[in-house]
């Protein structure tokens, strides 16, 4: 089955403070690993992406840790501040079949606190 | 670009009631999707659409109808409404392959009574 492990649900952070959290999936064909933030009463969009041939790729205080063998990623936000304060949803591709699916985690609510 | 459009932005039905929620996009992309998102059940996948006239279900596809009868346009029909339908809807695209940016739209949120 195809799934992606979100944690935690909720986060609350320190402006400054680092923010961490992780994925975990089990299918193996899965071939492209985005994070998606989502504000309220918008649509979720497109934060930062990675493959699985590279461990970590970074974009400003936004960085996504890549562990093949277990099968885990995680999304670090460095300096948290409040403007980061919004849902963020982990979620991995599957292209078998020409289907392109993007399975998503359950979301982390990310609270950032002045 | 106008991207990913949905209309309406709210809605209320009872039970029994069909309706369509509309998405269109200006992209040219191939594929296009509908999620549901509930509170704590992150996104799931109702429906998607791979180019016009081809359709497959998702992970959640009872008590949902779609059609692709062109590129820019994928409408979702609820057949006959019921509570458990009750959600906030978003409708998305991107091309196919590669590491292709997928759009969502602003999202339809229904309330079914």
């Known amino acids: 089955q195809q799934q992606v492990k979100q944690s935690p649900q909720s986060l609350i952070v320190q402006k400054g403070g680092i923010s961490i959290i992780n994925c975990a999936y089990e299918?193996?064909?899965?071939?492209?690993f985005p994070w998606y933030q989502q504000f309220p009463g918008k649509g979720p969009a497109l934060l930062i992406a990675?493959?699985?041939?590279?461990s970590e790729k970074k974009e400003g205080r936004f960085t996504i840790s890549f562990n093949k063998s277990a099968k885990q990623f995680s999304l670090h936000i460095m300096d948290s501040q409040p403007g980061d304060s919004a849902t963020y949803f982990c979620a991995a591709r599957y292209s078998g079949a020409g289907s392109y699916q993007l399975t998503f985690g359950k979301g982390t609510k990310l609270s950032v606190i002045p | 670009n106008a991207g990913v459009t949905q209309t309406p932005k709210f809605q209320v039905l009872k039970t029994g009631q069909s309706m369509t929620l509309q998405c269109a996009q200006d992209m040219n992309h191939e594929y296009m999707s509908w999620y549901r998102q509930d509170p704590g059940m992150g996104l799931r996948l109702i429906h998607y659409s791979v180019g016009a006239g081809i359709t497959d279900q998702g992970e959640v596809p009872n008590g949902y109808n779609v059609s692709r009868s062109t590129t820019e346009d994928f409408p979702l029909r609820l057949l006959s409404a019921a509570p458990s339908q009750t959600s906030v809807y978003f409708c998305?695209?991107?091309?196919?392959?590669?590491?292709?940016?997928?759009?969502f739209g602003p999202g339809t949120r229904l309330t079914v009574l």
């Open positions: 998305a695209s991107r091309t196919t392959g590669g590491t292709d940016t997928q759009y």
């Open positions: 990675i493959r699985p041939d590279v």
């Open positions: 299918n193996t064909a899965f071939d492209y």
